[in-house]
Protein backbone atom coordinates (compact mmCIF):
# COMPACT_ATOMS: atom_id res chain seq x y z
CA UNK A 1 0.00 0.00 0.00
CA UNK A 2 1.38 3.81 -0.72
CA UNK A 3 1.91 6.42 2.08
CA UNK A 4 1.57 9.66 1.34
CA UNK A 5 3.51 12.84 3.61
CA UNK A 6 2.13 16.22 3.41
CA UNK A 7 4.91 18.09 4.68
CA UNK A 8 3.33 21.09 5.92
CA UNK A 9 0.72 20.44 8.89
CA UNK A 10 -0.11 23.94 9.10
CA UNK A 11 0.05 26.61 6.52
CA UNK A 12 -1.12 30.81 7.21
CA UNK A 13 -1.37 32.77 4.05
CA UNK A 14 -2.19 36.53 3.64
CA UNK A 15 -5.47 36.85 1.19
CA UNK A 16 -4.76 37.42 -2.71
CA UNK A 17 -1.13 35.73 -1.56
CA UNK A 18 0.03 32.65 -3.31
CA UNK A 19 0.34 28.95 -1.60
CA UNK A 20 1.86 25.98 -2.22
CA UNK A 21 1.33 22.42 -0.45
CA UNK A 22 3.61 19.56 -0.38
CA UNK A 23 2.64 16.31 -0.87
CA UNK A 24 4.94 13.18 -1.61
CA UNK A 25 4.16 9.67 -2.27
CA UNK A 26 6.05 6.21 -1.42
CA UNK A 27 7.35 4.82 -4.92
CA UNK A 28 5.24 2.86 -7.55
CA UNK A 29 5.49 2.66 -11.30
CA UNK A 30 2.41 3.92 -11.92
CA UNK A 31 -0.05 6.13 -9.54
CA UNK A 32 -3.31 7.94 -9.58
CA UNK A 33 -3.41 10.66 -7.06
CA UNK A 34 -5.93 12.79 -5.62
CA UNK A 35 -6.05 16.61 -3.64
CA UNK A 36 -9.34 16.94 -1.79
CA UNK A 37 -10.45 19.51 0.10
CA UNK A 38 -12.79 19.93 3.68
CA UNK A 39 -14.30 22.62 5.18
CA UNK A 40 -15.25 22.41 8.56
CA UNK A 41 -17.76 19.66 9.82
CA UNK A 42 -18.40 18.88 6.05
CA UNK A 43 -17.09 15.57 4.27
CA UNK A 44 -14.19 15.60 1.42
CA UNK A 45 -14.62 16.95 -2.32
CA UNK A 46 -12.28 16.41 -4.66
CA UNK A 47 -10.24 19.52 -5.97
CA UNK A 48 -8.38 17.40 -8.61
CA UNK A 49 -6.75 14.18 -9.52
CA UNK A 50 -3.84 13.18 -11.65
CA UNK A 51 -4.67 9.33 -14.13
CA UNK A 52 -2.01 9.83 -16.45
CA UNK A 53 -1.16 12.32 -19.26
CA UNK A 54 -0.30 15.84 -19.09
CA UNK A 55 1.83 16.29 -15.73
CA UNK A 56 0.23 19.63 -14.73
CA UNK A 57 -3.35 19.05 -13.71
CA UNK A 58 -5.95 22.08 -13.32
CA UNK A 59 -8.73 21.44 -10.59
CA UNK A 60 -12.18 23.58 -9.39
CA UNK A 61 -11.56 26.99 -7.86
CA UNK A 62 -8.04 27.82 -9.60
CA UNK A 63 -6.29 25.31 -7.61
CA UNK A 64 -3.55 23.19 -9.72
CA UNK A 65 -0.72 20.09 -9.10
CA UNK A 66 2.12 19.20 -11.00
CA UNK A 67 3.09 15.96 -11.17
CA UNK A 68 6.50 14.62 -10.90
CA UNK A 69 7.13 11.39 -11.22
CA UNK A 70 11.27 11.37 -10.21
CA UNK A 71 10.56 12.89 -7.65
CA UNK A 72 7.45 11.40 -6.52
CA UNK A 73 5.38 14.54 -5.90
CA UNK A 74 2.45 15.94 -6.32
CA UNK A 75 2.68 19.71 -5.07
CA UNK A 76 -0.96 21.47 -5.11
CA UNK A 77 -0.76 25.50 -6.00
CA UNK A 78 -3.11 28.85 -6.07
CA UNK A 79 -1.43 31.85 -7.76
CA UNK A 80 -3.94 33.83 -5.11
CA UNK A 81 -5.95 32.65 -2.36
CA UNK A 82 -8.91 34.15 -0.80
CA UNK A 83 -10.67 34.15 2.77
CA UNK A 84 -12.98 30.70 1.29
CA UNK A 85 -9.96 28.85 0.50
CA UNK A 86 -9.18 28.51 4.52
CA UNK A 87 -10.24 24.68 5.05
CA UNK A 88 -7.86 21.60 5.15
CA UNK A 89 -6.61 19.97 2.35
CA UNK A 90 -5.40 15.97 1.60
CA UNK A 91 -3.40 14.48 -0.96
CA UNK A 92 -4.74 10.99 -1.35
CA UNK A 93 -3.16 8.18 -3.72
CA UNK A 94 -4.07 4.75 -5.36
CA UNK A 95 -2.36 1.63 -7.21
CA UNK A 96 -3.60 1.24 -10.23
CA UNK A 97 -6.06 -2.11 -9.92
CA UNK A 98 -6.37 -1.30 -6.09
CA UNK A 99 -8.94 0.75 -5.11
CA UNK A 100 -8.60 2.07 -1.93
CA UNK A 101 -6.64 5.20 -1.66
CA UNK A 102 -4.05 5.82 0.92
CA UNK A 103 -4.50 9.69 2.48
CA UNK A 104 -1.74 11.97 3.59
CA UNK A 105 -2.25 13.83 7.28
CA UNK A 106 -3.57 17.25 5.67
CA UNK A 107 -2.59 20.31 5.85
CA UNK A 108 -5.03 23.38 7.14
CA UNK A 109 -4.68 26.39 5.29
CA UNK A 110 -5.55 29.57 7.18
CA UNK A 111 -6.27 32.91 5.07
CA UNK A 112 -5.95 35.88 6.99
CA UNK A 113 -6.69 39.63 5.28
CA UNK B 1 -29.65 14.69 -6.34
CA UNK B 2 -27.20 11.93 -6.66
CA UNK B 3 -25.09 11.75 -3.68
CA UNK B 4 -24.39 10.20 -0.22
CA UNK B 5 -26.06 11.08 3.01
CA UNK B 6 -25.37 9.98 6.54
CA UNK B 7 -26.73 10.61 9.40
CA UNK B 8 -27.40 11.84 12.08
CA UNK B 9 -24.86 14.62 11.84
CA UNK B 10 -24.43 14.52 15.50
CA UNK B 11 -24.52 11.89 17.98
CA UNK B 12 -23.86 11.50 21.78
CA UNK B 13 -23.53 8.70 23.42
CA UNK B 14 -22.66 6.81 26.88
CA UNK B 15 -19.92 4.64 27.91
CA UNK B 16 -21.18 1.30 27.02
CA UNK B 17 -23.47 1.87 24.71
CA UNK B 18 -23.32 0.75 20.55
CA UNK B 19 -24.73 3.52 17.94
CA UNK B 20 -25.26 3.10 14.82
CA UNK B 21 -24.24 5.34 12.11
CA UNK B 22 -26.14 5.43 8.96
CA UNK B 23 -24.89 5.61 5.00
CA UNK B 24 -27.03 5.52 1.96
CA UNK B 25 -25.68 6.57 -1.41
CA UNK B 26 -27.84 6.44 -4.70
CA UNK B 27 -25.34 6.87 -7.09
CA UNK B 28 -25.00 3.41 -8.65
CA UNK B 29 -21.51 2.47 -7.02
CA UNK B 30 -20.39 -1.01 -6.28
CA UNK B 31 -18.00 -0.14 -3.50
CA UNK B 32 -18.14 1.70 0.17
CA UNK B 33 -16.15 2.69 2.49
CA UNK B 34 -15.74 3.96 6.37
CA UNK B 35 -13.49 6.25 7.77
CA UNK B 36 -12.65 7.90 10.96
CA UNK B 37 -10.68 10.90 11.43
CA UNK B 38 -8.98 12.43 14.30
CA UNK B 39 -7.19 16.25 14.39
CA UNK B 40 -3.67 15.49 12.48
CA UNK B 41 -4.15 12.00 11.59
CA UNK B 42 -5.52 12.71 8.48
CA UNK B 43 -8.03 9.40 7.20
CA UNK B 44 -7.94 6.06 8.36
CA UNK B 45 -10.10 3.15 6.72
CA UNK B 46 -12.61 1.11 9.52
CA UNK B 47 -14.44 -1.23 7.25
CA UNK B 48 -14.82 -1.18 3.13
CA UNK B 49 -17.08 -3.28 0.98
CA UNK B 50 -16.64 -3.79 -2.71
CA UNK B 51 -20.21 -5.96 -3.62
CA UNK B 52 -23.11 -6.25 -1.19
CA UNK B 53 -23.02 -8.98 1.37
CA UNK B 54 -19.27 -8.65 1.29
CA UNK B 55 -16.93 -6.96 3.28
CA UNK B 56 -13.10 -6.26 4.68
CA UNK B 57 -11.03 -4.81 7.66
CA UNK B 58 -9.47 -1.37 7.18
CA UNK B 59 -6.29 -0.46 9.04
CA UNK B 60 -8.55 0.10 12.63
CA UNK B 61 -11.53 -2.46 12.53
CA UNK B 62 -11.37 -3.25 16.29
CA UNK B 63 -14.21 -2.00 17.90
CA UNK B 64 -16.43 -1.59 14.67
CA UNK B 65 -19.13 -3.64 12.87
CA UNK B 66 -20.61 -3.36 9.64
CA UNK B 67 -23.42 -4.87 7.36
CA UNK B 68 -24.08 -4.56 3.20
CA UNK B 69 -27.33 -6.35 3.04
CA UNK B 70 -28.27 -3.65 0.01
CA UNK B 71 -26.30 -2.33 -2.47
CA UNK B 72 -27.41 1.57 -1.65
CA UNK B 73 -26.90 0.93 2.25
CA UNK B 74 -23.60 0.94 4.50
CA UNK B 75 -24.54 1.36 8.45
CA UNK B 76 -21.40 1.12 10.60
CA UNK B 77 -22.07 0.09 14.37
CA UNK B 78 -19.67 1.65 16.64
CA UNK B 79 -19.61 -1.25 19.66
CA UNK B 80 -19.06 -0.80 23.42
CA UNK B 81 -15.30 -2.33 22.51
CA UNK B 82 -14.00 0.56 20.91
CA UNK B 83 -12.01 1.77 23.73
CA UNK B 84 -11.83 5.53 21.94
CA UNK B 85 -15.03 6.55 19.97
CA UNK B 86 -15.06 10.05 20.09
CA UNK B 87 -14.11 11.47 16.07
CA UNK B 88 -16.01 12.43 12.72
CA UNK B 89 -16.98 9.35 10.63
CA UNK B 90 -17.05 9.70 6.82
CA UNK B 91 -18.62 7.54 4.66
CA UNK B 92 -17.46 6.76 0.97
CA UNK B 93 -18.46 5.24 -2.12
CA UNK B 94 -16.78 4.54 -5.67
CA UNK B 95 -16.74 2.67 -8.42
CA UNK B 96 -15.14 -0.63 -6.98
CA UNK B 97 -13.14 -2.99 -8.87
CA UNK B 98 -13.26 -0.17 -12.00
CA UNK B 99 -11.91 2.32 -10.45
CA UNK B 100 -9.73 4.96 -10.05
CA UNK B 101 -9.69 5.33 -6.37
CA UNK B 102 -11.58 8.10 -6.85
CA UNK B 103 -14.11 8.48 -3.63
CA UNK B 104 -17.09 10.69 -3.39
CA UNK B 105 -17.77 11.27 0.91
CA UNK B 106 -20.64 11.79 2.57
CA UNK B 107 -21.22 15.17 5.23
CA UNK B 108 -20.18 13.27 8.33
CA UNK B 109 -21.05 12.05 11.32
CA UNK B 110 -19.58 13.57 14.61
CA UNK B 111 -19.81 11.09 17.74
CA UNK B 112 -19.27 12.64 21.17
CA UNK B 113 -18.84 9.66 24.28
CA UNK B 114 -19.56 11.35 26.99
Known amino acids: AQSVTQLDSQVPVFEEAPVELRCNYS??????LFWYVQYPNQGLQLLLKYLSGSTLVKGINGFEAEFNKSQTSFHLRKPSVHISDTAEYFCAVSDPGDYKLSFGAGTTVTVRA | DGGITQSPKYLFRKEGQNVTLSCEQNLNHDAMYWYRQDPGQGLRLIYYSQIVNDFQKGDIAEGYSVSREKKESFPLTVTSAQKNPTAFYLC?????????????FGEGSRLTVL
Open chain 2, 92 to 104: ASGLGDANTGELF
Open chain 1, 27 to 32: SSVSVY
